[in-house]
């Protein structure tokens, strides 16, 4: 979930109320630390500093701090080997459903699901209970047992979050891909794990209709031979499709049973999560039932400060990481909200209407919907009720400054704006802000808690107030464990390790401020470079996407075989907008005045659409390597983007000459 931010100097947007820090929950782990080891913390850079200097002390707190209960033995927090063979509290067994499940308000709300057409509705902590009892009873009658993998072909429902419950609580490994994904898509990746159950929805909805999907699920089903039975999931009410070996979900739900949680291994595999597929088949990414526990503790009990009474709602897919995230909610007792549907229907205040609706403490989405929303006229605290709302939060591509400002004045100057980056890869954070730390805009507020975060130069050693490759030094719980069909862990190591030994390298560029925030300011293969110096294709969006008629932006810096560099700006136009010559100097203006002279591109070219991972993520990599010459089956699977026309669009400016003028493109 790699977010780019645009530096602005000066002082914080926002500020700590310093009264109501007091009663936050990492003012309270910071007194438990302090009466743990004897030594106070005074701000949050000094207890960022402790703890990655004691990791065991750190995670230990951690743990014992979020009541995180393990059996079996264990002497210690981790073992010294070097990441990525590190191992973490072995010995130690848990579950992580067992945990997601327990409350002390079983009448509480656990979860709200809510569709398109506002259907809504409320699930008590008791009743969730009482549906992963009965469906990990009915998984363990299938015969799967720990370790087996279950897979979901579920949109963002109540039914996909009760399928992982029941499969961790068992012990059974879960992956999930949402319907927009075709059946060979999903089949991709699911394909790879040969799972023995398969859940897959009737459909799923989008900008006003129903997309019916049991042929896809059909086709799904047929794709993967390992599958012993799929449950038939009722997202749409739409007629089962007879199959022998399917059964109805109310079905696999019918007879009652306890909850009986199955004590694993700290690291056995929780859920395999994919890489985009942009690159060649997606990777299977496979994490652990401790490392995640402990992981998302920390960041959504401390970092967002949840708990019992909140509510927790980021508008994500079962394809993102942030579902994985927004699940865990759960943990630490806060209620979760699920939402199925385009976030702009039936018009773009869709979501703050829900966040105002269900009372949402943590609201989390995307820069673009913040930026349409600006574009939009929104004023969400002027004309919603959002007085509950603390935390807006924003991953998945780059935040520009001039969004931390529409959100204080349009949304409210309390609300703490809390950007964020991290992946799929970690499925969690490298930074990100908490209660106690200041937000800069454009900049993200702190390196989150445990995690040694840095950036390196080309030689490999740290700098302060320049850009270099965002780096790891220390082992992270929620690392991968490994990666699927990856036996003496070759692609994990090249994927990570292969830079710089025993230290992460992200594939970001990262700019660590002498104040202690960080800019992440794009991936390091699609680096603009003009004459030797690294400029950040998020300087540039901050600047264009702001623009009045341009719906959205996409840059490339890509060096050609004559030996020449080309840097062309697409855009995607809004409706009635005409890209003339007074539309291209009113960008390189701007692109001048806002960014450098260095940031005007050499072209400016309108494209009808962009092409984006199914998160969201705009394609630089691959745009840059068709520009390059690279034929589109080399550059990214069908199933991992988007819009593949959009993609065979760029295929037209293969190649350029050095010659190519701002007005035009080489035929």
Known sequence: MTTSHTATSGEPIWVPDTSVTAGSRIARFTDFVARRTGVAHTDYQSLWAWSVEDLPGFWAAVSEFFDVRMTGTWDRVLDDAPMPATRWFPGGRLNYAEHALRTDDPTGTALISVDENGTTQHITWAELRSQVGALAAWL????????????????????????????????????????????????????????????????????????????????????????RVTVQVPNLGLPILPHPSAVSWDDALADPAECDFEQVPFDAPLWVLFSSGTTGNPKGIVHGHGGVLLDHHKLLGLHLDLGPGDRFFWYTTTNWMMWNLVVSGLLVGATIVLFDGSPAHPGPARLWELAAEHRTTVLGVSPGYLQSSAKAGLVPGRDLELSALRVLGSTGAPLPSQSYYWVRDHVGSRVQVASTSGGTDIVSGFAGSAPNTPVWPGEISAPMLGVALNAFDSRGRPVTGEVGELVVTRPMPSMPIHFWNDPDGTRYHQAYFGSYPGVWRHGD???????????????????????????????????????????????????????????????????????????????????????????????????????????????????????????????????????????????????????????????
Not at 145 to 165: E, I, K, Q
Not at 589 to 605: E, G, K, M, Q
């Open 140 to 227: 363990r009658r299938q015969g799967v047992t720990a370790g087996d993998r279950v897979v979901g072909y579920l949109p963002n429902s109540r039914h996909a979050v009760v399928a992982f419950l029941a499969s961790a609580a068992i012990g059974a490994v879960w992956s999930a891909c949402g319907q927009d994904y075709g059946a060979e898509g999903a089949a991709t990746r699911f394909a790879q794990l040969e799972p023995a159950v398969l859940f897959a929805a009737d459909g799923y909805r989008w900008n006003g209709r129903g997309h019916d999907r049991r042929a896809e699920s059909a086709a799904l089903r047929a794709a993967l031979p390992s599958v």
């Open 509 to 667: 560029w990262m700019t660590r401020t002498p104040h202690g925030s960080v800019i992440v300011s794009g991936r390091s293969d699609s680096t603009l470079n003009r004459h030797g110096v690294r400029l950040g294709s998020a300087d540039i969006y901050a600047v264009v996407d702001e623009l009045p008629g341009i719906r959205e932006s996409l840059v490339i810096g890509a060096e050609l075989p004559d030996g020449s560099y080309w840097m062309p700006l697409f855009v995607v136009l809004e409706p009635g907008h005409v890209l003339d010559e007074d539309l291209r100097d009113t960008i390189r203006i701007a692109v001048r005045t806002h960014a450098s002279p260095r940031h005007v591109p050499d072209t400016i070219i309108e494209v009808p659409a962009l092409p984006h991972t199914r998160t969201g993520k705009k394609l630089e990599v691959p745009v840059k390597r068709l520009l390059q010459g690279a034929a589109i089956g080399q550059v990214a699977g069908r199933e991992a983007v988007d819009d593949i026309s959009a993609l065979e669009y760029f295929a037209r400016f293969a190649r350029p000459s050095a010659d190519t003028t701002s007005t035009g493109v080489r035929p």
